[in-house]
C-alpha cells in the first residue's frame, strides 16, 4: 500500500495550495481518505477526510470554508484546495487512509489518530506572514 502526497510549497498568507494523495494497493472506495497535518511541537491533528461509509466530506473548524477535499476514483486520488491560507496552516500535511472509523473520527472529535491503517510520507507546506 502506498500514499503519495504532492503539492506542498512555501506561499504568502492569503495563497493557495492544492495537496494531492495517490492511493495504491487498496480498492480506493472502501477506504476513508483524510488529510492530516502536524505542526513542530504539536500533535498530528485530522484536518479533512472523505468518508467511506457516504462519501461525506468533514472538517476541521479552523478550515471550513478554505479547504475543499475532494476525489478522483478514476486516478485513485484524493486532493485539498486550501485557499487563503494563514501562517497557522503551516506543517506537515499527510495522507492517511483506513477502512475503519479512525480518519473520520479524527477529523470530527479530534481523536488522536493512532489506530489509521495506512500513512503517506508527507508534504510541507510553510505559509508566511
Known amino acids: 500500500v502506498q500514499l503519495v502526497e504532492s503539492g506542498g510549497g512555501m506561499v504568502q498568507a492569503g495563497g493557495s495550495l492544492r495537496l494531492s494523495c495517490v492511493v495504491s494497493?487498496?480498492?480506493?472506495?472502501?477506504?476513508?481518505i483524510g488529510w492530516f497535518r502536524q505542526a513542530p511541537g504539536k500533535e498530528r491533528e485530522g484536518v479533512s477526510c472523505i468518508s467511506h461509509y457516504d462519501r461525506s466530506t468533514h472538517y476541521i473548524d479552523s478550515v471550513k470554508g478554505r479547504f475543499t477535499i475532494s476525489s478522483d476514483s478514476a486516478k485513485n486520488t484524493v486532493y485539498l484546495q486550501m485557499n487563503d491560507l494563514k501562517p497557522e496552516d503551516t506543517a506537515i500535511y499527510y495522507c492517511?487512509?483506513?477502512?475503519?472509523?479512525?480518519?473520520?473520527?479524527?477529523?470530527?472529535?479530534?481523536?488522536?489518530?493512532?489506530?489509521?491503517?495506512?500513512w503517506g510520507r508527507g508534504t510541507q507546506v510553510t505559509v508566511s506572514s
Open positions: 492517511a487512509a483506513d477502512r475503519g472509523p479512525a480518519i473520520l473520527s479524527s477529523v470530527t472529535v479530534t481523536v488522536p489518530p493512532l489506530t489509521v491503517d495506512y
Open positions: 494497493g487498496v480498492t480506493f472506495d472502501d477506504y476513508s
